[in-house]
T-cell receptor
């Protein structure tokens, strides 16, 4: 595997379900990010982890819970989501201090029914 | 408030028809401006970083330029494979790990 991978690529879940998104980076980076991408809206930063510590939480609702067990893996745990949470969720990684040169995964297309 | 605005929202070009995409920004103390390309079903792919007014970067048919208020992505003699959404972002001066993105320009190049 190379670059940044995300699983699953597509996810349909009910409002009462609990699911997790997984991201893995194979680039030796030490910072990882979760973004939300909705139609007609800019990419929205959700969480930033640097050296496995959360450094940014962009006022995201508590129904989204991130986890970064090590510098290569990032999870986004989902529970009791709302239909407006349907979006493309993107993971990215970078070297700490080089936030602009972020490498993105292909994303997980999430649909909440 | 820091903000990035991209125009046009969508652009249709014939193959070989050169054009420019615009990214205007309002941010106090620009630390960097970045261009990404996003293909359908994929994550954004990093293209260029620009740090100061007057700076230019080139890659194949793409050239990015920067002024104090805006950046342009010039596409010279585009090909159908240049079709994608082009995203512009600025680095937040208050939170260096945070990129502020525009909504993008969806480019379609027809043969």
């Amino acid at each position: 595997e190379t670059g940044v991978t995300q699983t699953p690529r597509h996810l349909v879940m009910g409002m009462t379900n609990k699911k997790s998104l997984k991201c893995e980076q194979h680039l030796g980076h030490n910072a990882m990010y979760w973004y939300k991408q909705s139609a007609k809206k800019p990419l929205e930063l959700m969480f930033v982890y640097s050296l496995e510590e959360r450094v940014e939480n962009n006022s995201v609702p508590s129904r989204f819970s991130p986890e970064c067990p090590n510098s290569s893996h990032l999870f986004l745990h989902l529970h009791t989501l709302q239909p407006e949470d349907s979006a493309l969720y993107l993971c990215a990684s970078s070297q700490m201090g080089l936030a602009a040169e972020q490498y993105f995964g292909p994303g997980t297309r999430l649909t909440v029914t | 408030e820091d903000q990035v605005t991209q125009s046009p929202e969508a652009l249709r070009l014939q193959e070989g028809e050169s054009s420019s995409l615009n990214c205007s920004y309002t941010v106090s103390g620009l630390r960097g401006l970045f261009w990404y390309r996003q293909d359908p079903g994929k994550g954004p792919e990093f293209l260029f970083t620009l740090y100061s007014a007057g700076e230019e970067k080139e890659k194949e048919r793409l050239k990015a330029t920067l002024t104090k208020k805006e950046s342009f992505l010039h596409i010279t003699a585009p090909k159908p494979e240049d079709s994608a959404t082009y995203l512009c972002a600025v680095q937040s001066p208050r939170a260096p790990d945070k990129l502020i993105f525009g909504t993008g320009t969806r480019l379609q190049v027809f043969p």
